[in-house]
């Protein structure tokens, strides 16, 4: 079974618990937990993981590479905005990754607008609240070959 990686940067793992009115009132479980069915539907086997350490986030975006997954869903948080090395990272792999954000960047502070992760990926989700990562594994089914 092809296998994705659902991956989830810095502070992600407080979803649901703070600040509902920018990111709902859903948890990280609550979104591992669709990404997977949502997976299981199409045949893909979704592995999760979510970290608040850049160093982390790169060593999983490799070992998905080096594992041979079929495709990545990304959403780097405030890493998004100026990690050089995550982007490094991305642009290192030959898999599709899909970057995710939940809340819409562009609506929001100006440091928000922009990704210098976004040029080195797959395509960008953003604004749609958690469906994004459903959307995003819609894309990357798209793709399969
Ligand atoms: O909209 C997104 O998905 C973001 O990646 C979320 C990041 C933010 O830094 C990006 O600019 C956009 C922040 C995640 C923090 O998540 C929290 C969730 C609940 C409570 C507090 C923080």
Do not use: W
Not at 22 to 50: A, P
Not at 61 to 78: Q, R, T, V
Not at 80 to 93: E, F, L, N, P, Q
């Amino acid at each position: 079974m092809k296998k994705i990686l659902l991956l989830n940067g810095p502070n992600l793992n407080l979803l649901g618990k703070r600040e509902p009115g920018i990111y709902g009132e859903k948890t990280l479980k609550d979104v591992e937990e669709n990404v997977t069915s949502l997976g299981m539907t199409l045949g893909f086997e979704v592995r999760c993981n979510q970290s608040n350490h850049e160093g982390e986030i790169i060593d999983q975006i490799h070992e998905a590479f080096f594992s041979g997954y079929h495709g990545i869903i990304l959403n780097p948080g405030a890493y998004t905005h100026y990690s050089y090395a995550i982007r490094d990272a991305v642009a290192g792999i030959t898999i599709p990754v899909i970057e995710v954000h939940i809340s819409n960047i562009h609506a929001r502070e100006e440091f928000r607008h922009k990704s210098v992760i976004a040029p080195v990926t797959a395509g960008q989700i953003v604004g749609f609240g958690i469906k994004g990562y459903e959307l995003a594994l819609l894309a990357l089914n798209m793709e399969r070959g």
